[in-house]
């Protein structure tokens, strides 16, 4: 071993090293390896602001320890209306994130990069809906633990003010293009919120006010909704919507 | 490399921003001029994608716009663009490396030395929310250049660049102008005489020059004059001709102006720059009220 480093320190010394020739070129036109669309998809975590992550758990643990919190002896459905009031932050969290580039005048150069902006809140969003889903599921189950609900109807309680505020949102930031978009996106969370609270209270349940079949067809009537906004929406990232900042 | 623009028009309800404009472009370094409003910026934003023309078509090597092969091969500086103000420069050019699609220790290796290019190396860790216009501006052009692209564009780059800079950045694309197209569009006319192979002049959306800068200076070649005259004499030539320059002197009035003759019998001649090419073209004076003169 020394031996070898020896030996390579002496060519070093009996060799006096070229001047480099067309370096600056060499450099300029460099190929710079580049990354797949998984590696892409991995790379976008990092960006999502660590914040957004932490409050999606502050929300989830609010609603976790409301649940355990209530004695499931003297249930009153009336109380587990917080649950869902709160669902629509959780969307929230994602439409802030999502309408990130909009508030910070980004959208020209995110829109010229490899992967357009289009991709980049494909990307965003299936990383935070991924999460929401989970704690959403992780709700379900808690729910049914302590209702004695069927899970169809426990479903209805969280999915339907999930994408009522999915579909808002949506909305909003298909018409609103400007900075301001993330307090209409807050007003449609806090619409929603209030408004399962205040049809709480009047209805006792509001899914057992009205049929069962009702809600299903609201429901498919929502997701088709929110495929239908999320579509222009992305399509609208394809092109600037030139004096809309 | 060759872009090929194609009868491209782009029109907006009852305004024509850029109108039937067809060019190639080969490697080099190209200039738009014109004055604000003149359709630069339309253009360049259909370039890059981002607006989608009316009608025409661009295609660089048979790529199209929309297509993500063109978007690796582009770099791209806005004219107004934001930034997230939690990021430092290093990570925002980390952060539109990733877009790019860069491998991690490529991109980080990319942005050291850019950050060097750029004069920003001092400030790689520090917020962009506490940068002046120029070091951002710096910070942008920094990121169109990270992919080593083949097609850059770049619009008003040396907006808010102090002299110093704006000849570093005058040396870095005479650099790069090998093998790729740049396409940027300035008022400051100095930049463009140093650094373009080609002008692209528009004007109302239309392209109405194409040439290198001795083709286009041709066009008001020996119709700049200069004389001194009394301060009368020189407020009635004001409204006749188009005044590139006026200096106050002690008795005098010194004007430069453009005219397809002598404006005065004093009047001399004088050789025709960039300049005064830019203001024949974008004055007030009107075509119709020149030619009625």
């Known amino acids: 071993m020394n031996k070898d480093k020896k030996l390579k320190l002496e060519i070093k010394s009996a060799y006096e090293i070229p001047e480099s020739n067309r370096k600056k070129d060499f450099l300029i036109n460099l190929e710079i390896p580049k990354i797949n669309f998984y590696e892409f998809f991995i790379s976008q975590i990092k960006y999502i602001r660590k914040r957004i992550f932490f409050i999606q758990l502050v929300v989830m643990l609010i609603c976790l320890i409301t649940l355990l919190s209530i004695d499931s002896t003297s249930l009153n459905i009336k109380y587990i209306s917080i649950l869902p009031s709160a669902i629509p932050f959780f969307v929230l969290i994602i439409a802030t994130e999502i309408s990130r580039s909009i508030s910070y005048n980004m959208t020209e150069l995110e829109m010229t990069t490899k992967y357009s902006l289009g991709q980049i809140i494909i990307v965003r969003t299936a990383i935070l809906g991924s999460v929401n889903f989970i704690f959403l599921i992780f709700l379900l189950i808690s729910l049914k633990l302590k209702l004695e609900y069927s899970t169809l109807i426990l479903s209805l309680y969280i999915f339907i003010p999930f994408l009522l505020t999915c579909f808002g949102s949506l909305y909003v930031m298909n018409y609103i293009r400007n900075k301001n978009v993330n307090f209409y996106c807050a007003g449609v969370s806090i619409s929603v919120s209030l408004a399962n609270i205040l049809l709480y209270n009047a209805t006792g349940n509001m899914y057992n006010y009205l049929s069962v079949k009702f809600w299903l067809i609201l429901l498919v009537a929502l997701i088709v909704g929110v495929i239908i906004q999320a579509k222009k929406f992305i399509r609208s990232t394809e092109e600037y919507n030139w004096n809309s900042l | ?293």
């Open chain 2, 1 to 293: 490399m060759e872009l090929i623009i194609d009868r491209i028009t782009k029109q907006y309800a009852n305004k024509i921003a850029v109108d039937r404009i067809s060019c190639s472009l080969k490697d080099g370094v190209y200039a738009l001029l014109g004055s604000n409003g003149a359709g630069k910026t339309t253009l360049m934003r259909m370039l890059c994608g981002v607006l989608a023309p009316t009608s025409g078509e661009i295609k660089l090597n048979d790529l199209n716009t929309s297509d993500e092969e063109y978007r690796n091969l582009l770099g791209y500086l806005p004219q107004d663009f934001g930034y997230y103000p939690d990021f430092t420069a290093m990570e925002f050019l980390m952060y539109i490396s990733s877009l790019k699609g860069l491998d991690k220790s490529a991109a980080k290796l990319r942005s050291t030395e850019l950050l060097n290019i750029t004069s920003l190396s001092d400030v790689a860790k520090k917020k962009i929310k506490t940068f002046s216009g120029g070091m951002k501006q710096r910070l942008g052009i920094a990121q169109a250049m990270l992919n080593n692209p083949k097609l850059l564009i770049l619009d008003e780059p040396t907006a808010g660049l102090d002299p110093k800079e704006r000849v570093k950045f005058r040396n870095l694309i005479s650099d790069l102008s090998k093998d790729r197209i740049i396409i940027l569009s300035t008022h400051i006319v100095s930049d463009i005489e140093y650094i373009a192979n080609k002008i692209l002049v528009m004007k109302s959306g239309q392209l109405i020059h194409n040439g290198s800068l001795d083709e286009i200076i041709k066009v008001i070649e020996n119709k700049i004059w200069e004389c001194s005259v009394s301060t009368s004499e020189a407020e009635n030539l004001s409204k006749m001709y188009t005044i590139i320059n006026i200096r106050h002197e002690k008795d005098n009035t010194f004007l430069r102006l453009v005219s397809d003759k002598s404006p005065t019998p004093d009047a001399v001649k004088a050789q025709a720059c960039l300049e005064d090419l830019y203001i024949y073209y974008f004055s007030d004076i009107s075509e119709v009220e020149r030619n009625g003169k």
